[in-house]
């Protein structure tokens, strides 16, 4: 995400440019698409090639990676950056049983942490942004509330997960155009373009209209600050991953859903492509055992990796 | 600037493809378009109303019928590139290359046999 200087100091926005780190957050809204096993995956993945990985439960209401990475107890979590016991973020991050590959686990007092105030969450972003490892994996929590889109839109890129069915794909588009709305809020209240400010608070409040007559709208009303939200809003560019694909049509569903996204909601998806559905995912996680350690052959390992070399190394 | 709902785009935009794409991605984005809008598909779900759909679906239709027909296209190319000089060169380029495509689909083997023949082929 380029941005100006200026627009560098919105608080809630991705600002790592030229910092050599990259964050991948998972959302997508819907709860049980996969967002925690895609983001235990995702990490094993890239720590296997010899990266330097720190993973995030940033699932506030409902943390449960340490689970799928098969760890039972840890000492430190989330909650006690956030409670001030340990001064920084990276004193709470844990060995795991990979390689390269840390964990910050997410805390137990749930009711506290589902609730985060917005100066915890500010402290939070802004250590996870300044968090000293090359690659940062954050898997963000269900539904489309402030925290969660704020944690995906701190991202380059986000990863949005979908499940092949419409229910997820609701979820998903909600999630997407809450992100929308998000990014035209920071950056009207950072220009202090308080009549397009309020334009966006009604337009929160009648969800019904299309964010392309929105756009519009503010067009006809202001066309150079429509053309900085325009901007702002094409270097939002996440990326679709469809999880629990069972067959061809499944896959060709992200390419569609691409469509969809860019023709109604004006925004580019990159389709990194599909995990196919697979009972052992089940097994392993009953068995406390990491998936790609059990079947480090299967098509659901193969699929990983080959997203993994598509997103940090740019091979097709 | 210049924010286009589905109605305002053109049909290289509409298809998703660019303005030189060859009849194969043509025919391959018809397909993966037609398959997105039709009736029960799952990936238009809650974001636009049926008759949107319709209105889409008919779109791609006509999008089709005038990208898969060379002259069609052609006369398409030349009313909605007038006034673009750069894209009107783009739109001869791939006329010329849509006849060696042609030539490709006619005789698969022929025109690269032709090709190591001139190539290859020992001098006399």
């Known amino acids: 995400m380029s941005q100006t200087n200026s627009e560098a100091k919105i608080p809630l926005l991705s600002l790592h440019e030229g910092r050599n780190q990259t964050i991948w957050a998972v959302g997508g809204g819907k709860g049980g698409t996969g967002k925690s096993f895609i983001s235990a995956s995702l990490a094993i993945q890239l720590a296997s090639l010899g990266n330097d990985v720190t993973l995030i439960d940033a699932d506030l209401g409902g943390p449960n990676l340490h689970t799928f990475l098969g760890m039972k107890e840890t000492n430190l979590d989330l909650g006690d950056f956030i409670t001030n016991k340990v001064p920084s973020l990276k004193d709470t991050a844990i060995l795991t049983p990979f390689d390269g590959l840390k964990l910050i686990k997410g805390t137990e007092n749930l009711l506290f942490m589902a609730n985060l105030n917005y100066y915890k969450k500010l402290k939070l972003i802004r250590h996870i942004k300044t968090f000293d490892a090359k690659r940062v994996i954050v898997d963000i929590g269900t539904g489309a509330s402030y925290n969660c889109v704020d944690f995906f839109l701190l991202s380059n890129p986000g990863i949005l997960v979908v499940n092949p069915e419409p229910t997820s794909i609701e979820n998903a588009y909600y999630f997407l155009k809450s992100c929308i709305i998000r990014i035209l809020k920071l950056y009207t209240d950072f220009y202090d373009i308080q009549d397009l400010v309020s334009k966006i608070s009604s337009h929160i409040k009648d969800n019904s209209k299309s964010i392309y007559s929105f756009l519009n709208e503010i067009i006809s009303h202001d066309r150079h600050y429509a053309h900085i939200l325009y901007k702002a809003l094409k270097k939002f560019r996440p990326c679709l991953l469809i999880n629990k694909a069972r067959n061809e049509r499944d896959f060709l569903l992200g390419q569609s859903i691409v469509d969809v996204v860019r023709k109604y909601l004006i925004v580019d998806l990159k389709f990194l492509g599909a995990i196919p559905y697979d009972e052992r995912v089940h097994f392993s996680l009953r068995n406390m055992t990491p998936y790609l350690s059990a079947y480090p052959d299967s098509e659901v390992s193969l699929s990983f990796r080959s997203i993994v070399e598509k997103l940090a190394y740019g091979q097709n | ?124």
């Open chain 2, 1 to 124: 600037m210049k924010i286009k709902n589905v109605k305002e785009m053109d049909y290289y935009e509409l298809l998703n493809i660019s303005s030189t794409a060859s009849p194969q991605e043509i025919e391959r984005a018809y397909h993966l378009c037609k398959a997105t809008y039709q009736a029960g598909s799952i990936a238009h779900y809650s974001l636009i109303s049926e008759k949107e759909r319709k209105t889409v679906l008919d779109r791609i239709e006509k999008a089709y019928n005038t990208l898969s027909d060379s002259k069609k296209r052609r006369l398409y190319d030349l009313q909605m590139f007038k006034s673009k000089e750069d894209i009107k060169e783009k739109a001869f380029f791939r006329k010329s290359m849509e006849k060696l495509v042609i030539e490709d689909t006619a005789d698969k083997v022929g025109i690269w046999r032709k090709l190591k023949y001139m190539l290859f082929s020992p001098k006399k």
